[in-house]
Protein backbone atom coordinates (compact mmCIF):
# COMPACT_ATOMS: atom_id res chain seq x y z
CA UNK A 1 0.00 0.00 0.00
CA UNK A 2 1.69 3.35 -1.23
CA UNK A 3 0.96 6.55 -3.42
CA UNK A 4 3.24 8.06 -5.43
CA UNK A 5 3.21 11.62 -6.99
CA UNK A 6 5.68 12.40 -9.39
CA UNK A 7 7.07 15.76 -9.93
CA UNK A 8 9.65 17.92 -11.94
CA UNK A 9 8.60 17.60 -15.21
CA UNK A 10 8.31 20.20 -18.28
CA UNK A 11 10.09 21.77 -21.56
CA UNK A 12 13.52 21.30 -21.96
CA UNK A 13 16.33 21.73 -24.92
CA UNK A 14 17.91 18.82 -26.53
CA UNK A 15 21.00 18.61 -24.68
CA UNK A 16 19.66 19.60 -21.47
CA UNK A 17 18.90 17.93 -18.24
CA UNK A 18 15.89 17.47 -15.54
CA UNK A 19 15.30 16.02 -12.49
CA UNK A 20 11.70 13.84 -12.44
CA UNK A 21 11.10 13.22 -8.12
CA UNK A 22 8.67 10.60 -6.88
CA UNK A 23 7.18 10.98 -3.51
CA UNK A 24 6.10 7.81 -1.85
CA UNK A 25 3.15 8.13 0.88
CA UNK A 26 3.74 5.80 4.21
CA UNK A 27 6.40 4.96 6.40
CA UNK A 28 7.94 1.96 4.43
CA UNK A 29 9.30 3.08 1.00
CA UNK A 30 12.92 1.09 2.16
CA UNK A 31 11.29 -1.90 1.60
CA UNK A 32 9.47 -1.28 -2.07
CA UNK A 33 11.72 -1.34 -5.06
CA UNK A 34 10.85 1.67 -7.18
CA UNK A 35 11.54 2.48 -10.64
CA UNK A 36 10.55 4.69 -13.35
CA UNK A 37 8.86 3.85 -17.08
CA UNK A 38 7.77 5.96 -19.88
CA UNK A 39 5.12 5.99 -22.33
CA UNK A 40 5.15 7.98 -25.72
CA UNK A 41 2.00 8.86 -27.38
CA UNK A 42 1.15 5.77 -29.56
CA UNK A 43 3.54 3.70 -27.92
CA UNK A 44 3.41 0.99 -25.42
CA UNK A 45 5.11 2.25 -21.70
CA UNK A 46 8.71 0.75 -21.79
CA UNK A 47 10.90 0.62 -18.62
CA UNK A 48 13.31 3.23 -17.98
CA UNK A 49 14.94 2.32 -14.96
CA UNK A 50 15.14 0.58 -11.52
CA UNK A 51 16.72 0.64 -7.98
CA UNK A 52 16.00 -2.84 -5.41
CA UNK A 53 15.36 -2.23 -1.96
CA UNK A 54 19.46 -2.85 -1.55
CA UNK A 55 20.18 -0.08 -3.78
CA UNK A 56 21.39 -1.89 -7.11
CA UNK A 57 20.42 -0.36 -10.07
CA UNK A 58 19.35 -1.01 -13.68
CA UNK A 59 19.04 0.85 -17.07
CA UNK A 60 17.30 0.20 -20.41
CA UNK A 61 20.26 0.76 -23.25
CA UNK A 62 18.15 3.77 -24.29
CA UNK A 63 19.23 5.70 -21.44
CA UNK A 64 22.43 3.91 -19.73
CA UNK A 65 25.15 6.54 -19.07
CA UNK A 66 22.43 9.51 -19.58
CA UNK A 67 20.20 9.13 -16.94
CA UNK A 68 20.54 8.15 -12.88
CA UNK A 69 18.02 7.01 -11.02
CA UNK A 70 18.50 7.02 -7.04
CA UNK A 71 16.32 6.89 -3.85
CA UNK A 72 16.84 8.80 -0.40
CA UNK A 73 14.62 6.61 2.14
CA UNK A 74 14.89 9.13 4.43
CA UNK A 75 12.64 11.47 2.60
CA UNK A 76 10.81 8.50 0.82
CA UNK A 77 11.45 9.55 -2.32
CA UNK A 78 12.85 8.39 -5.71
CA UNK A 79 14.85 10.32 -8.20
CA UNK A 80 15.40 9.76 -11.68
CA UNK A 81 18.49 12.36 -13.43
CA UNK A 82 18.12 13.15 -17.02
CA UNK A 83 21.12 14.40 -18.84
CA UNK A 84 21.96 14.99 -22.50
CA UNK A 85 18.63 14.88 -23.31
CA UNK A 86 17.17 13.83 -26.57
CA UNK A 87 13.42 14.15 -28.30
CA UNK A 88 13.02 10.74 -28.44
CA UNK A 89 12.63 10.87 -24.67
CA UNK A 90 9.74 12.92 -24.64
CA UNK A 91 7.08 10.67 -22.43
CA UNK A 92 5.07 10.57 -19.88
CA UNK A 93 7.11 9.38 -17.28
CA UNK A 94 5.90 7.08 -14.53
CA UNK A 95 6.74 5.59 -11.05
CA UNK A 96 6.38 2.63 -10.32
CA UNK A 97 6.79 0.80 -7.10
CA UNK A 98 7.17 -3.03 -6.94
CA UNK A 99 5.81 -4.67 -3.67
CA UNK A 100 7.83 -8.50 -4.26
CA UNK A 101 6.52 -11.21 -2.48
CA UNK A 102 8.86 -14.16 -4.00
CA UNK A 103 11.07 -13.93 -6.79
CA UNK A 104 9.26 -12.12 -9.64
CA UNK A 105 5.58 -12.11 -7.49
CA UNK A 106 4.92 -8.53 -6.83
CA UNK A 107 2.10 -6.19 -6.45
CA UNK A 108 2.83 -2.74 -8.76
CA UNK A 109 1.89 0.53 -7.74
CA UNK A 110 2.07 3.80 -10.03
CA UNK A 111 1.85 7.44 -9.88
CA UNK A 112 -0.13 9.82 -12.14
CA UNK A 113 2.82 10.86 -14.66
CA UNK A 114 5.00 13.94 -15.23
CA UNK A 115 5.44 15.20 -18.74
CA UNK A 116 8.90 15.35 -19.86
CA UNK A 117 8.86 17.65 -23.71
CA UNK A 118 12.27 17.86 -25.19
CA UNK A 119 12.54 19.70 -28.12
CA UNK A 120 15.23 19.71 -30.79
Known amino acids: QVQLVESGGGLVQAGGSLRLSCAAS????????MGWFRQAPGKEREFVASITRGGSTNYSDSVKGRFTISRDNAKNTVYLRMNSLKPEDTAVYYC??????????????WGQGTQVTVSS
Open 26 to 33: GRTFSSYG
Open 96 to 109: NAAHYYSGDDHDDY
